[in-house]
């Protein structure tokens, strides 16, 4: 069974500290309903660092394929997402003044368990796309749209006509 790493996020901040690994993607339950199959692991690393204003920082990163099915065709896709952010730990307060000044800085509530697989799990999900499709050129229904313009009408009729 896969561990689930916890840290108390200021701690780890304050001292620089560093997590990293491999999590199966089955791991991840709130990203796996939005998946078409659970194959896969998501590389991820987590690093502690303190800011100039002497705020305590998450760096968060992570790389996985998500394979999901293409929303126009429904066919099978992979998705590669890669997210690397800094998330500033605060406090309730500091939150509360935030929201209110409607701040752009990234933060999170400061835990002294947090749980690291499910932080980088709502990271991706906020990056997920709400229908999820194929580059141009890949998807099949474009592809079959394409087959479908090319051919001349007149060629099927040409392949009807009896040789005498
Ligand atoms: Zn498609």
Redesign the pocket.
């Known amino acids: 069974m896969y561990a689930r790493p916890f840290i108390d996020s200021l701690d780890f901040a304050r001292n620089g500290n560093l997590i990293n690994g491999s999590v199966p993607i089955e791991e991840l339950h709130r990203l796996v309903d939005a998946l078409n199959d659970r194959q896969g692991s998501m590389q991820f690393a987590v690093r502690g660092s303190v800011n100039k204003q002497d705020g305590a920082v998450l760096r968060v990163s992570a790389q996985v394929d998500l394979h999901l099915l ?6 099978k ?1 992979v998705l590669p997402v890669v997210i690397d952010t800094q998330l500033l730990l605060c406090s309730q307060a500091e939150l509360d003044i935030l929201e209110d000044e409607g701040d752009e800085v990234d933060c999170i509530l400061a835990d002294t368990n947090l749980d690291v697989i499910a932080l980088l799990e709502e990271e991706i999900l906020l990056t997920l796309p709400i229908a999820p ?2 580059e141009a050129g ?5 592809k079959n749209d394409k087959l479908a313009a090319g051919k001349n009408p007149f060629a099927v009729l040409a392949g009807l006509k009896v040789v005498k």
């Open positions: 293409c929303q126009r065709c429904l066919e896709m499709r194929h890949q998807c099949e229904v474009a």
